[in-house]
T-cell receptor, first 113, second 113 residues
Framework: SQELEQSPQSLIVQEGKNLTINCTSS?????LYWYKQKYGEGLIFLMM?????EEKSHEKITAKLDEKKQQSSLHITASQPSHAGIYLC?????????????FGKGTKLSVKP | EAQVTQNPRYLITVTGKKLTVTCSQN?????MSWYRQDPGLGLRQIYY???????DKGDVPEGYKVSRKEKRNFPLILESPSPNQTSLYFC????????????FGPGTRLTVT
């Protein structure tokens, strides 16, 4: 079965610093999604990537999907306290149905003022 | 306001006592899904529904039932809850499938003693 591995598991950065979170798949990705979660709350959609080499940006967050479509990275530029939370990558599963979705275990980001 | 609502938000119950967690969305979305989130295991899909009367198992369906009689509602039923079902549960919906932005509910924290 497909798995998504995220690294690092947790990250503490000083405000203003850049950071990168990685998401690696055991199989080719056909749809890769990034979500953000504040502790104990529901997830908020950030971006979706589908094509090899695709890159999308929203405000100070940029996500890329590599050419082989097995790894994605999320990069935050000039981090702010509002960026703190848990970042999860998700992907279409391989359960044989279009509705199956799997997630990585998440990366917990703390931003120190 | 577009939203996904879950009830109850918090529930403490005893082993074997049947319970239902309701989920409702007001966006006319076709796709709805249930997840559970556990420390160290991340977010895992329980069941999903591509449309009314169409449901399918996710990765951890054991011990759960769902139904989709109306487009807006997707209740999660625990016929005989056990302590290993203690978890944080999220309902989500999207326009057509997981390839579209999913809107998550606020979560239901369930404790089974």
């Amino acid at each position: 079965s497909q798995e998504l591995e995220q690294s690092p598991q947790s990250l503490i950065v000083q405000e203003g610093k850049n950071l990168t979170i990685n998401c690696t798949s055991s199989k080719t990705l056909y749809g890769l999604y990034w979500y953000k979660q504040k502790y104990g709350e529901g997830l908020i959609f950030l971006m979706m990537l589908q094509k090899g080499g695709e890159e999308k940006s929203h405000e100070k967050i940029t996500a890329k999907l590599d050419e082989k479509k097995q790894q994605s990275s999320l990069h935050i530029t000039a981090s702010q306290p509002s960026h703190a939370g848990i970042y999860l990558c998700g992907a279409d599963g391989y359960g044989g149905s279009q509705g199956n979705l799997i997630f990585g275990k998440g990366t917990k980001l703390s931003v120190k003022p | 306001e577009a939203q996904v609502t879950q009830n109850p938000r918090y529930l403490i119950t005893v082993t074997g006592k049947k319970l239902t967690v309701t989920c409702s969305q007001n966006m006319n979305h076709e796709y709805m899904s249930w997840y559970r989130q556990d420390p160290g295991l991340g977010l895992r899909q329980i069941y999903y529904s591509m449309n009314v009367e169409v449901t399918d198992k996710g990765d951890v369906p054991e011990g759960y039932k769902v139904s989709r009689k109306e487009k807006r509602n997707f209740p999660l039923i625990l016929e005989s809850p056990s302590p290993n079902q203690t978890s944080l549960y999220f309902c989500a919906s999207s326009l057509v499938g997981p390839s579209y932005e999913q809107y998550f509910g606020p979560g239901t924290r369930l404790t089974v003693t």
